[in-house]
């Protein structure tokens, strides 16, 4: 599976952006996914996760009440919605799958083996 992801961009703190992870094929629909992200000199950290079919999520303290994960299966897609943007969320964001859970969400970075490239999020001050 191929994901692929798009919306990254520039945007002034307390701003807000939607990143978006298209998937290449039907049976990524069946699989738990998440985004995670990277800033320089950092690990990379699972930010958000979601079941296959949407009911559950998982998002890092950090984020929590300012950024929404969400799928829909008609569109193949997961998406990350964005808000109350700040400076420490500038990182290269990544959209990742989980194709060996049925259940629930996962929240072991190991346990992802689809990713997309990045996209870039740039917070200014």
């Known amino acids: 599976v191929q994901l692929v992801e798009s919306g990254g961009g520039l945007v002034q703190a307390g701003g807000s952006l939607n990143l978006s992870c298209a998937a290449s094929?039907?049976?990524?629909?069946?699989?738990?996914g998440g985004w995670l992200r990277q800033s320089p000199g950092k690990e990379r950290e699972l930010i958000a996760a979601i079941s296959w079919n949407g009911r559950e999520t998982y998002y890092r303290d950090s984020v929590k009440g300012r950024f929404t994960i969400s799928r829909d299966g008609a569109d193949n897609m997961v998406r990350l919605q964005m808000s109350s943007l700040k400076p420490e969320d500038t990182a290269v964001y990544y959209c990742?799958?989980?194709?060996?859970?049925?259940?629930?969400?996962?929240?072991?970075?190991?346990?992802?083996?689809?990713w997309g490239q990045g996209t870039l999020v740039t917070v200014s001050s």
């Open positions: 990742a799958a989980d194709s060996r859970r049925r259940i629930g969400v996962s929240r072991d970075i190991g346990l992802y083996d689809y």
């Open positions: 094929e039907r049976r990524f629909g069946v699989y738990p």
